[in-house]
């Protein structure tokens, strides 16, 4: 007879955590960050209001716990493209893959409704950047990875500024708009003048 797995009772809280997290990502990107409540981050995770105060005692704790949740999210995306792609990832790839995997999910609105309040509440802002100072080493390396040797190092941390926000805006726009059908050809037309440039940073003499 097979036995059952018991998880751990620090496999339940994570657990517990993740769900909660899950759920307040998709409560602020259906009604927005001012609308949010714990009562209704509750509801939606299918737990009980003192289930959620044991794990995170307010919405500062849940919101800030999400968005290390979503970071956490992205980051093993990246590390999952590295491991596929290896020497192969170049910057178009690299470039749809930040599209495909992160600013078109839906859950990047969430992302973009902490950011635009955070402009008028000191402690989500230092929160958020915080948690975005966390997790910046493996972008960081990846990013340089894809510029080395192309000749254009120098504008690296630019074109990355760059692309996004460009990405971002899409995906404000796209949140706007039931359809947006300019946004593949914005992307490739964006892919296609950083190739173009590369190309000529690499022809140029030494």
């Keep these: 007879?097979?036995?059952?797995?018991?998880?751990?009772?620090?496999?339940?809280?994570?657990?517990?955590?993740?769900r909660l997290c899950r759920a307040t990502l998709e409560v602020i990107t259906d009604v927005g960050y001012e609308k949010t409540t714990t009562t209704m981050i509750a509801e939606r995770a299918g737990v009980s209001r003192g289930a959620q105060t044991h794990h995170f005692p307010t919405k500062?704790?849940?919101?800030?716990?999400?968005?290390?949740?979503?970071?956490?999210?992205?980051?093993?995306?990246?590390?999952?493209?590295?491991?596929?792609?290896?020497d192969e990832i170049n910057l178009e790839n690299y470039v749809r893959f930040l599209w495909k995997e992160i600013f078109s999910h839906p859950q990047y609105v969430a992302a973009l409704e902490l950011m635009l309040a955070a402009r008028g509440d000191e402690q989500l802002h230092q929160g958020l950047v915080e948690s975005l100072n966390e997790l910046t080493e493996l972008r960081q390396t990846l990013w340089r990875q894809i510029f080395e040797g192309t000749g254009a190092e120098r504008d690296r941390d630019i074109i990355m500024q760059m692309?996004?926000?460009?990405?971002?805006?899409?995906?404000?726009?796209?949140?706007?708009?039931?359809?947006?059908g300019h946004q593949g050809d914005v992307i490739n037309m964006w892919i296609e003048m950083l190739t173009d440039r590369l190309a000529k940073q690499q022809s140029k003499p030494a």
């Excluded at 007879?1 to 993740?18: C, L, V």
């Excluded at 692309?163 to 947006?180: H, P, Y």
């Design 1 to 18: 007879m097979k036995r059952t797995a018991h998880r751990s009772q620090a496999e339940r809280t994570q657990e517990m955590r993740d």
């Design 60 to 86: 500062y704790d849940l919101v800030i716990a999400s968005f290390k949740y979503l970071l956490s999210d992205w980051e093993a995306k990246r590390a999952a493209v590295i491991s596929d792609l290896g």
């Design 163 to 180: 692309t996004v926000c460009l990405f971002r805006g899409l995906s404000m726009q796209g949140s706007l708009e039931e359809s947006n």
